[in-house]
Structure formats: C-alpha cells, structure tokens
C-alpha cells in the first residue's frame, strides 16, 4: 500500500532501530544502560508536585482550558525571562504556552510556512528543528556549522544558494546534540544579520538551565531589538525534570506569537488546568530546584567523562545541556553511528543514540545523555571497557548481529 505524501516525506526513524534492538536484549535478561534518549529520570520536585495534588481537588479545574496558556501561567513566565534575561515581555501578546517546546515549534512551522519555503537549519540538529518545516511543505538548507566565526559566512551562502530567499534560520544553543554554547556576541551578529536579510529567527533554548561552567547561557532576546525578528522555545523538561507534564513556551515577536497561537487554537485546548497552575508555581519559585538539578548533572558528566576517558574513550567535557556529543573511536568509525551503537547495546549493554539520527553531519559521533545515576555510569563505563579490550583482541568479531544476517 502506498504511503501517504507527508508520510513520505519523512525518512526511517534511526532511533527505532535501536529502541528494538535495546528492547529485544532486555527480553533475553541483558540489563541495559539506556543512555539513549534524553528523558529524564530525577523526579519533579516535591513542592510543584503538592501544588498539582491541591489544585486538581478543585473539579472546576477539570474543564477545558486555555490553548495559549492561562495568564497566571503566561505572567510567569514573563516573570522569568525579566529576572533571568533581563527581557520584558508582554505576557498577553509576546508569551504563548505550548505543550513542550517539540509541539511549538512543530505548530510554529504549521502557522508560518507556505509549500516550498526554504528553511536554514543547523546539521546535525534536533530532529523536529528540520522535519517540523517538512512536515509543513518547507524546505531544509542545512548549514554544518558551530556558533563561531564561521557561522555568518555560512548563512550567506545558504541565501545565495536558495530560491525563494529562505524564510527563517533555527538556533539551538545549547544545541542538542552537540551541547555547544552560544554567547551574547554571537547573538547580536545573528539578529544584525536576520534584520539585514529579513529572515525570521527560531531558537530553541530549552536547555539554558543546565550549564556547568558557571556562565549561564544567554538568550537571543537579549540582544535590542531580536524582538522583531524573533521568537524563543523553552521547556520545563528538563529544567524542572517535568518530561511527562509536557509544558513549554514561545515568547518573542508579537506576529509570530499571534500566528502560533491562532493555529493552536485549532489544534488544542491548552495542557491540564492542574499542570499549567504547578508549572506557573515552579517559574515563581526561589530558582533552588533548578539548581539541585543542575548540581545532579554537572556530577554526572564529571563521572561519565573521567570514567569513559578511563575505559579508554575520550569524551570531551560538554558546557551545558544534559548530553556530551561523543565521537566514534576511531577503530569504529568507518561502521558510522547506527552500527556502532547496534554493537555497545550487544557487546557492552549500553544504548546511546546515533549521531546519523540528527543529521548525516553527526554520523562520527553518538549522543550519551546523563539519565543514569553515577553508579550506573560507572558500570557502564566498565562494561564499555570489557567491550573496547576485547576488540582490540578480536577485531573480526565486532560486526553488529544485524549486519550478519
């Protein structure tokens, strides 16, 4: 049977590969270290928890709610992007709720995009950053690119070489995957440059909690006057490790928001009142929560860089987000991404997640996200160890099982 059109569109999900083979280990007893997918596992703290409980007592909170977000949820928000960024915003007109920052930029891409809209997009990147846009008719021009020098030159290449001009150019600092950081200095080029162009900006900053260097990382709404070209994506995720709960936010430029909202107004009526009311009690809260969960994963990569480094791959040290971009030892990387962590899942109980998956730029590497506590890095740093020693000996004997068949 034929596939439907946007269907089509869209390529073999790489993580399933390995979620099947994870989940066919775990079904022969393997006891699998998944540091795969980035879900964390700390629970949410107690105190927004206790504020859920007490408001969905209340069953007038069990009614439909509100698609953009309620406006003590919205005024939070705000709240915090003014004693964090030092940014004002309008939380009637510059502040949409989402349910996660995937949904919004997903419906951010529905609301802005007409078929064949080119799209500058970083490569390797998250997934919904590209596929969002093609899903919505748009094209990707992927930029391999770091936020460095390079970065504007490679831009205006990507304007030369498209018709139409490209409509917008997505951000992701600290990027997921490969936890690069951007600075303020870089921001200020970008939105000179996006004014001069008249390109729209998405950034993605739902990482800006989780830092380790003691420079927080800044938002592009910083810069004077990104406001006009741009709009941000946050989550609640992982800064109040509330995956589950699915809240995230856009705020910037009013049009943009206009247009998010309209389109959400079709699509939803806006996550549980209860969740929006617990999410709003975290924003205004005295910033201890996020530190504790920052303090948890600093700890992490410390023992997962100085533990690996001692089993004998060498994992540079990520400034931020809750993963470390690995490259593939060298005597693996002709296998690529997907091989390679088809062979950790069946030779060293260990899932990670394949670079490929994020771009065919990132097929030298794998992502290791600190979901696991330190105990269980340190095992599987043991386990990786075993796996390294014994190819080293028998290198003939390291084809993953699926590439024999």
Known sequence: ?????????????????????KASARSRGADIIDLGMGNPDLPTPKAIVDKLCEVVRDPRTHR?????????????????YQRRFGVK?????????????????????????APGDVILCPNPTYPIHAFGFIMSGGVIRSLQVEPDDGF???VERGIRHSIPKPLALILNYPSNPTALVASLDFYKDVVAFAKKNDIIIL????????????????????VPGAIDVCVEFTSMSKTFSMPGWRMGFA?????????????????????????QVAAAHALNGDGADIAEVREVYHKRRDVMVDSFGRAGWTIPAPAASMFAWAPIPEQFRQLGS???????????????APGIGFGEHGDDFVRVALVENEHRIRQAARNIKRFLASTAKQPNNVVPLTARR
């Open 1 to 21: 049977m034929e596939e439907f059109h946007k269907v089509r569109r869209l390529p073999p999900y790489v993580f399933e590969q390995v979620n099947r083979l």
């Open 89 to 113: 915003l309008n939380p009637d007109t510059q502040v949409v709720a989402t349910l996660g920052s995937k949904e919004g930029f997903a419906n951010m891409a529905q609301a802005i995009t």
């Open 152 to 154: 504007i030159p490679a």
């Open 251 to 275: 705020v910037g430029n009013e049009r943009l928001i206009a247009a998010l909202t309209r389109v959400k107004s079709y699509l939803d009526y806006g996550a549980f009142t209860p969740i």
């Open 203 to 222: 950034s993605d900053l739902a990482y800006s909690e989780i830092y380790f260097d003691g420079n927080p990382p800044p938002s592009v709404l910083q």
């Open 338 to 352: 997907l091989e390679f962590s088809k062979l950790l899942i069946e030779h060293a109980d260990v899932a990670v």
């Open 64 to 80: 439909y709610s509100s698609s953009r977000g309620i406006p003590g949820l919205r005024r939070a928000q705000a709240a915090y």
